[in-house]
DNA sequence: CACTATATATAGTCCAGAAAGGTATTCGGG
DNA sequence: CCCGAATACCTTTCTGGACTATATATAGTG
């Protein structure tokens, strides 16, 4: 039933993780899951109805660009790499988000 | 515009921060956001078109009651209170934020 | 008496994420 | 040689939370 924070995902975090694992070099979608996944030892799993559409919106911003290509695994598949401005962007949403994270843990800790 | 963490909130925070505000006492809902806009000294401002609809959903969640009282500057305003489910509410939501909290910190950290 | 701060509420909008369904291909095993 | 699992992509639809704007009302202050 969608409780809030009882779900997948901490909404308005994907755009930032997903720059985060372009960040060291282009990515098809499905490896972009895997690895955030691998990276947060299994406990986010982005469902690819969340996914492609964020790489969709993405896309249209400009903070990434896309071009087809051939897997390790000899399969064909869509390679993001981030844009400049998208590199711009991981920079200001992770400082936004640390600096949310301090203030609502701030409230949280607060006796 | 609304740039996902370019906001005033992290969305799916906002009951968890309230039910905090009120573990300690009931308050009326304006005391709820200027408690929270102080404790995280300036950072989060609640807006009342996102913390009466708020409090609405809680009470019919049953995470809270809410009944009519007078404040201490003499005003008529409506005092909630955590309900027992709301305060096992709270444990819940926040022990599924620090959890979702460190492995996004995972992900944002690993090279 | 007007203005500010306090206090509540709702209607309307927007958008991200989830659910669910659909397509296609590679590879390994039986 | 076929079948199923894993890989890979995409779209449509739905829901729900947060924001904007608006409306109402009163206590206290200048």
Same mark, same amino acid.
């Given at each position: 039933?969608?409780?809030?924070? %009882? *779900?997948?995902?901490?909404?308005? $975090?994907? @755009?930032?993780?997903?720059?985060?694992?372009?960040? !060291?070099?282009?990515? !098809?979608?499905?490896?972009?899951?895997? &690895?955030?996944?691998? /990276?947060?030892?299994?406990?986010?799993?982005?469902?690819?109805?969340?996914?492609?559409?964020?790489?969709? &919106?993405?896309? %249209?911003?400009? /903070?990434?660009?896309? =071009? /087809?290509?051939? $897997?390790? $695994? %000899? &399969?064909?598949?869509?390679? @993001?790499?981030? $844009?400049?401005?998208? &590199? =711009? *962007?991981?920079? *200001? =949403?992770? =400082?936004?988000? %640390?600096?949310?994270?301090?203030?609502?843990?701030?409230?949280?800790?607060?006796?």
């Amino acid at each position: 039933m969608g409780d809030s924070l %009882n *779900q997948d995902l901490l909404p308005g $975090t994907l @755009y930032m993780m997903i720059l985060q694992t372009l960040s !060291h070099g282009p990515l !098809h979608g499905y490896a972009i899951a895997r &690895r955030i996944l691998d /990276w947060s030892k299994g406990d986010l799993e982005i469902e690819d109805g969340s996914l492609y559409p964020a790489l969709s &919106r993405m896309l %249209n911003k400009g /903070w990434l660009k896309a =071009e /087809w290509g051939i $897997t390790d $695994t %000899n &399969r064909r598949a869509r390679f @993001y790499r981030l $844009t400049p401005k998208g &590199r =711009e *962007q991981l920079g *200001q =949403e992770s =400082e936004a988000f %640390n600096k949310m994270i301090r203030a609502i843990q701030l409230v949280m800790k607060t006796a």
